[in-house]
């Protein structure tokens, strides 16, 4: 289905990692290969009383490169499009407190329910090393049932900077071109290799949304950063870990370990994700390979945009740059 643009700024918001500290507007990010042969940028734009708007024009997307306008040339409207899903959960022992893991399974179970035609799911575990595949891509939603049924209860400690770093390339295996991986865990590390500055490069300019589901009430306050050396308790969870993850890649963090407060949180993954816009480029293959910033600027009825924050990669077709040219031409 075509798409339309739209012209009130909405910048990007980048929340950084602490090691990492950079300013943007509401957005999100993931790391994409260096040599980018094209960059696509997936975005939900959000309107009057938190709701996404499914109507918009191309002429109405205003789309900036390190500030300076791009011209796309794609625009297309992925609503009610089948999504691959991609499940990560905890599986460490700091998920056995507090009911998390009960949670967690009803969050699965809602997400599976709710499922359409062309969804596909795939379900990974991790505790002390890297996520491993308990279910592959599938389109019966039984298999992610009769797994977690199996599941071994929550053990060791949890190497979670280690496993998420792997999980935007394995979301790719999905059959959609619409993916988000869905994490259900407390953000609490104490075995990975990885530092946690390492894992916010790694999300630098990922297209794939990540959506954290906060599996407890949190100590702080959400979009508080984390001190690196302090560690929240493990019957509670780093939220403000989990929501630098999500706004990093263009998803969200929500929080909820009740029934219904979990229902809520899948559908609103759910409106989000059947209400994306989809726009893209190919780099230009000139200049440094660099970590480059995304933004869109849109008005009217807008009120916040989730957007990757950037891509790595070559110098992008800026507007100026051609009209420039096109001026030199005519002269």
Do not use: W
Not at 40 to 62: Q, S
Not at 153 to 164: R, S
Request: proline residues 7%; hydrophobic residues 40%; charged residues 20%.
């Amino acid at each position: 289905m075509r798409m339309s643009r739209v012209t009130i700024c909405a910048a990007a918001l980048l929340l950084a990692f602490p090691a990492l500290a950079q300013s943007v507007v509401p957005t999100g990010t993931m790391s994409e290969s260096v040599n980018v042969g094209y960059v696509m940028i997936p975005f939900t734009v959000i309107g009057d009383h938190g709701k996404p708007i499914t109507d918009l024009r191309d002429a109405e997307v205003d789309l900036r490169v390190d500030g300076s306008p791009v011209p796309s040339d794609m625009f297309e409207k992925s609503q009610n499009a089948p999504v691959s899903f991609t499940i990560l959960l905890d599986g460490s022992g700091s998920m056995a407190l507090a009911g998390k893991m009960d949670s967690a399974r009803a969050a699965i179970g809602a997400l599976i329910a709710h499922h359409r035609p062309g969804d596909d799911f795939a379900l990974y575990v991790f505790a002390e090393a890297q996520a491993r595949e308990v279910v592959p891509f599938t389109e019966n939603p039984g298999d992610i049932t009769r797994a977690l049924a199996k599941l071994s209860p929550p053990y060791g400690k949890t190497a979670f900077f280690d496993a998420l770093a792997t999980m935007p390339e394995r979301s790719r295996l999905g059959r959609n071109p619409s993916r988000a991986i869905i994490l259900l865990s407390d953000g609490i590390d104490n075995a990975s290799s990885m530092t946690r500055g390492a894992l916010a490069q790694q999300l630098q300019g990922i297209s794939v949304p990540i959506y954290s589901l906060g599996l407890r009430e949190p100590l702080d306050h959400p979009t508080e950063q984390m001190d690196s050396k302090k560690r929240p308790r493990e019957d509670l969870s780093d939220i403000g870990l989990l929501n630098e993850v999500a706004s990093l890649t263009g998803g969200k963090l929500y929080l909820g370990n009740t029934p219904q407060q979990i229902a809520e949180a899948v559908s609103h993954v759910e409106d989000d994700l059947r209400a994306q816009y989809l726009i893209g480029f190919a780099p230009t293959g000139k200049g440094g390979v660099k970590y480059r910033t995304i933004s869109l600027k849109l008005n009217g009825r807008a009120r916040a945009v989730r957007v990757r924050a950037g891509y790595l990669g070559t110098e992008p077709p800026l507007v100026a740059a051609r009209n420039k040219h096109v001026e030199r031409k005519r002269s």
